[in-house]
């Protein structure tokens, strides 16, 4: 199903969906004279249903807040504003005053109706936000929205913080003569261990689709990629992915028609997949990315447990950091999930790359059985100094699976994140 599926990795962004149009601009949201681009506005003129998940941290921003309330309160939505460098959060009454004028601002550049903007921020938390400069990069924003693939690299670019890049994707398939995109932007480098982190992900489609599916869709994507991922186990305050669907392409997805469903479901999944691997191999001055895969669980959370007990362990990432095949830490931590898993079944195994199938060409064994496999210490060397490498661990209690990624932790991460 997914061969049906055309992915261009590195595209243009949102505006490769028709009836999108975008914007970046700068309007110095850090207050310190920088021409950085930190303000994107994404708009569509036809009305959209739409979806989104968000932090489950207590402490959510102003942003997270409202666009919860505005979600719940259902109707027609028609875009997003974000901006970078403040992550309004933790601000108070005047944070909530301030996520609603922005609000107010986006409707009114664009014509749209009321409650119809999500608001979204994302930078340093505990600062108020400069709303003059704010509310003229939404003014500034408005006279440059178009469908450019320009101006869709800009909004990619305007939410970005730490990151060192921008992450785009566009998926493609033809339906009945039809062409329908999906395509998404994100940003997120630091701060990640997504239940949702400081990530934010936006995507659109031209697909027609019901609030239900659209939300049951995006969740279902989410599980095995946002949140999937961890750089350094710290959740954000600001978490969010939206998802729009503008029906500019005529077609409809319904659960009737579940050839179609399943096709725009798998072409919502490859784009999260992507951006999610996108974020975690941009983490904050991380050398390696690295694929958990726990199986043979007797649940799925049981499995979930030990791989985000081994991807978050910072003995076991500074192992990494220093391309120390230590799997004495890996299985330390396996244990201290506390799921009941015994060692005498155990088989642990180094496999080069980011397979994406459930081929591991190149497989070396560190554990059989519980046993030590010491002759194959100078293979384990090879795949863990590679920039990207598997963890295979079969608890052979079961039937079920997860599979997080992780990243190492140098000493570049601790450098950069000392003070801000």
């Known amino acids: 199903m997914t ?10 962004g949102i505006a490769d969906v028709p009836g999108f149009h975008c914007a970046g601009v700068a309007c110095d949201v850090r207050c310190n004279d920088d021409s950085r681009l930190d303000l994107a506005l994404v708009y569509s003129k036809t009305p959209c249903t739409a979806a989104g998940v968000f ?48 609000l107010e601002k986006a409707e009114a550049v664009c014509g749209a109706p009321e409650k119809s903007f999500f608001v979204c921020s994302t930078g340093r938390i505990g600062r108020v936000l400069p709303m003059e400069n704010v509310l003229r990069g939404i003014d500034e924003a408005a006279t440059v929205l178009d469908d450019s693939a320009a101006q869709s690299k800009a909004a990619a670019e305007a939410i970005l913080t730490s990151d060192t890049r921008s992450k785009t994707v566009t ?11 999906v395509a998404g932007m994100a940003k997120g480098a630091g701060m990640i261990e997504p239940n949702m982190a400081t990530m934010l992900a936006f995507i659109a489609t031209d697909a027609k689709v019901s609030h239900a599916l659209l939300s049951a869709s995006l969740k279902s994507a989410n599980t095995t990629s946002f949140n999937a991922i961890t750089v350094d186990g710290d959740m954000s305050t600001n978490d969010t992915v939206l998802f729009l669907a503008n029906g500019e ?24 997949k992507d951006l999610a691997l996108k974020i975690a191999g941009d983490g904050e001055r991380i050398t390696k990315l690295v694929q958990v895969i726990v199986e043979g669980a007797k649940d799925v959370s049981s499995a979930e447990k030990v791989a985000r007990a081994i991807g978050n362990s910072l003995l076991v990432k500074t192992s990494w950091y220093g391309s120390d095949p230590n799997w004495g830490r890996l299985l330390d931590a396996a244990g201290y999930a506390r799921v009941g898993i015994i060692e005498e079944k155990i088989d642990l195994a180094y496999v080069p790359g980011i397979p994406m199938s459930g081929a591991f060409e190149g497989s070396v064994p560190a554990l059989t059985q519980g046993q030590p496999q010491d002759d194959n210490l100078s293979q384990w060397k090879e795949i863990v100094s590679e920039k990207e490498f ?9 039937s079920e699976k997860f599979t997080l990624y992780s990243t190492d932790l140098s000493e570049g991460y601790v450098d950069f994140n000392k003070s801000e």
């Open 3 to 12: 061969s049906d599926i055309t992915i261009t990795p590195h595209s243009p």
């Open 55 to 102: 932090t489950t941290n207590d402490i959510k921003a102003a942003p997270v807040v409202l666009d919860q309330e505005l979600l719940a309160g259902g109707g027609d939505f028609h875009g997003i504003v974000i901006n970078s460098g403040n992550a309004n959060a933790c601000t108070g009454t005047q944070g909530m005053a301030d996520a609603r004028a922005m």
């Open 171 to 181: 998926a493609q398939f033809d339906w009945e003569g039809e062409t329908i995109t």
């Open 249 to 272: 392409s005529g077609v409809e997805i319904t659960s009737q028609n579940a050839e179609l469903a399943e096709l725009f479901i798998e072409a919502v999944k490859a784009v999260c």
């Open 390 to 398: 598997t963890i295979h661990l079969n608890l052979n209690l079961g």
